[in-house]
């Protein structure tokens, strides 16, 4: 079973602050998507990392893909209020079901 | 919109009774896949189809779970003799072929009483 271990768990933090959320796993993924996800909702795609060693970047996130392609990180930048959610990682095995980690759950406090 | 839908969004029923939803994924998606999320857990897959056809079906799919795609675009997923146990947010996804990335739908929570 490949699993995906993120932590922390809880984060809580004042407005401006920066943070970073880890994904890690014993086993190779061809691929890792992270979603957020709000209350009573589904997931919503933030990213797809493909590459080992990839960075992609939106607005004030930054998502990295380690080199050997069993972890990912997601670092925010002056994190804000509407940055509050639960942040999943996902890993795609052999390109089919998705393995999710437990989730990130970030509150951002003004 | 043309995302992924699902139907109803939360259902509340008495345990014995029978559920179904449903999932409409994105038109030109031949995968769809069912997950179940229980609170403060990531979704867990439950099962997944390739058109018409269903090909991996998890060990949490009890035979009192069913899921159906008959023509390829949208599926149900039933639930027969509910139990408390089958409280949960049930999230429907799809992708198309070649690549790996799932679009969620906004799920159907349901609660059994």
């Known amino acids: 079973t490949q699993l995906l271990e993120q932590s922390p768990q809880f984060l809580s933090i004042q407005e401006g602050e920066n943070l970073t959320v880890y994904c890690n796993s014993s086993s190779v993924f061809s691929s890792l998507q992270w979603y957020r996800q709000e209350p009573g909702e589904g997931p919503v795609l933030l990213v797809t990392v493909v590459t080992g060693g990839e960075v992609k970047k939106l607005k004030r996130l930054t998502f990295q893909f380690g080199d050997a392609r069993k972890d990912s990180s997601l670092h925010i930048t002056a994190a804000q209020p509407g940055d509050t959610g639960l942040y999943l990682c996902?890993?795609?095995?052999?390109?089919?079901?998705?393995?999710f980690g437990q989730g990130t759950r970030l509150t951002i406090n003004p | 919109d043309t995302g992924v839908s699902q139907d109803p969004r939360h259902k509340i029923t008495k345990r014995g009774q029978n559920v179904t939803f449903r999932c409409d994924p994105i038109s030109e998606h031949n995968r769809l896949y069912w997950y179940r999320q229980t609170l403060g857990q990531g979704p867990e897959f439950l099962t997944y189809?390739?058109?018409?056809?269903?090909?991996?079906k998890s060990r949490l799919l009890s035979d009192r779970f069913s899921a159906e795609r008959p023509k390829g675009s949208f599926s149900t997923l039933e639930i027969q003799r509910t139990e408390q146990g089958d409280s949960a947010m049930y999230l429907c996804?799809?992708?198309?072929?070649?690549?790996?990335?799932?679009?969620f739908g906004p799920g159907t929570r349901l609660l059994v009483l």
């Open positions: 996804a799809s992708r198309p072929s070649g690549q790996e990335t799932q679009y």
């Open positions: 189809f390739q058109n018409e056809a269903q090909l991996e």
């Open positions: 996902a890993g795609a095995p052999g390109a089919q079901k998705l393995v």
